[in-house]
């Protein structure tokens, strides 16, 4: 097996590398974990994972800016329909558009926006940075193994949301005042709005689940 993390200058990459390496250490798989920015190694992969920090037109920017790297994540994510897996902005990338720093268009390829946190009470400090408990909406195979009654734990840092058109596009919610989106999924599709790299034995099931999934 052979997974590519995209590297367009964004994002903690080792930090994810290592993560994945681990989870297939503890879970008995084989996988070849490699850092790339070179299109045609999507093409070699058997699964991609996008991370992302920063802001939401800088990521995309920064992406775009690699010659054949938009066409060639559309050819293998969307028309060849290989397992993806967006960390936090690379979460945030698929969305129709975000506005951060103005309107900027995304991947749409999960209809919705990224949009700042509306925390309820408002005096609730920006970003949500933290630990945080997670609550399971609907089933996934990335959430296996993984408890629904807000007894797991993840890592967040953001200042902006996602809000899918179908909320049905939410698999699990962390509360900040409000819910939050913090895991997606739709087809061969997926993102978490927290680090699974710095979420400890939650972050790293999700991962082992993210190098067996076969959508």
């Known amino acids: 097996m052979r997974v590519a993390v995209i590297d367009y200058g964004s994002g903690n990459l080792r930090s994810a590398q290592k993560a994945l390496q681990r989870a297939a250490a503890e879970r008995g798989l084989s996988a070849e974990i490699f850092i790339t920015s070179d299109p045609a190694d999507l093409r070699r ?15 995309r920017d920064g992406l775009y800016a690699i010659a054949g790297m938009r066409e060639s994540l559309v050819e293998e994510v969307r ?12 979460m945030q990338l698929m969305a129709s558009k975000g506005f951060e720093f103005g309107e900027t268009s995304g991947f749409d390829w999960i209809r919705g926006v990224v949009r700042p946190i509306r925390p309820e009470p408002p005096t609730l400090k920006i970003p949500h940075m933290g630990w ?3 609550e399971l909406s609907r089933p996934h195979a990335l959430l296996r193994g993984l408890a ?12 902006f949301e996602f809000v899918p058109d179908d909320a049905a596009a939410v698999c699990a919610t962390a509360s900040y005042g409000a819910p939050i989106a913090a895991f997606i999924a739709e087809a061969n599709m997926a993102g978490t709005q927290f680090h699974p790299e710095k979420s400890q034995a939650t972050g790293l099931t999700l991962l082992a689940n993210f190098l067996e999934w076969r959508p």
């Open 45 to 59: 992969s058997d699964s991609i994972v996008l991370p992302g920090v920063g802001a939401f037109k800088e990521c």
């Open 79 to 90: 028309s060849r329909a290989k397992p993806f897996l967006g960390i936090c902005v690379g």
């Open 132 to 134: 945080n408990s997670l």
């Open 148 to 159: 629904s009654d807000g007894s797991v734990h993840a890592y967040f840092v953001h200042s």
